[in-house]
């Protein structure tokens, strides 16, 4: 019995030291152009490009599957930056996708918040905090403004508010620069 225990122990340690040297013999590495894309891209993961993300989208570019016009949370300057990367013609913003907005933060009336847990299911980027039956609110560091909190909300108390941005030194996804302009809702 004790002659099987070391087989089978020198088996398993055979066995792991051929699993870990053939992940590092075969380790499949991204596609470098696919990751330089996807950091362009402003990582509010909408879907107004028709893709379910911003990888999916950028893995899409690479393979020239799709065309650099189709995000508009990045905008003229996002489509510029990709023709740039990708020496290809800059095109105008498709307008099936959308259209350029002003950029925004969802703000929530947290009087009017019944707790509903829709805005938490519907949010791409987990920026919503709270509990079932309790306050939600947003944690502003975390919104990319995508609105897709907005439509299930059954009492209309999530708002994008329009942001102040230095074009110069912000860039998507860090909001660390965004100052909040809340003034009068109406």
Not at 38 to 46: A, H
Not at 93 to 115: H, Q, S, Y
Not at 137 to 143: F, G, L, Q, R, Y
Request: charged residues 20%; contains cysteine.
């Amino acid at each position: 019995m004790f002659t099987a225990i070391i087989a089978i122990s020198l088996l398993a340690l055979v066995f792991g030291l051929l699993l870990g040297f053939a992940a590092i013999f075969f380790k499949v590495e991204g596609d470098p152009i696919v990751e330089q894309i996807d950091k362009l891209l402003p990582q509010t993961q909408c879907g107004q490009c028709s893709f379910a993300g911003c990888r999916p989208y950028a893995e899409a570019m690479a393979k020239g599957e799709a065309d650099i016009n189709r995000c508009p949370p990045g905008g003229e300057s996002t489509i510029q930056a990709l023709a740039d990367l990708l020496e290809v013609e800059v095109l105008a913003l498709d307008d099936e996708c959308g259209v350029e907005k002003p950029k925004t933060l969802a703000v929530i009336d947290e009087d009017r918040c019944i707790g509903c847990t829709l805005c938490i299911q519907a949010c791409p980027v987990d920026a919503i905090l709270g509990a079932a039956k309790q306050m939600h609110t947003v944690i502003a560091d975390e919104c990319t403004g995508c609105e897709l909190c907005v439509a299930p909300c059954p009492v209309d108390c999530i708002d994008m508010v329009e942001t102040k941005l230095n074009p110069n030194t912000w860039r998507w996804p860090d909001p660390a620069h965004i100052d909040l302009e809340l003034g009068d809702k109406s």
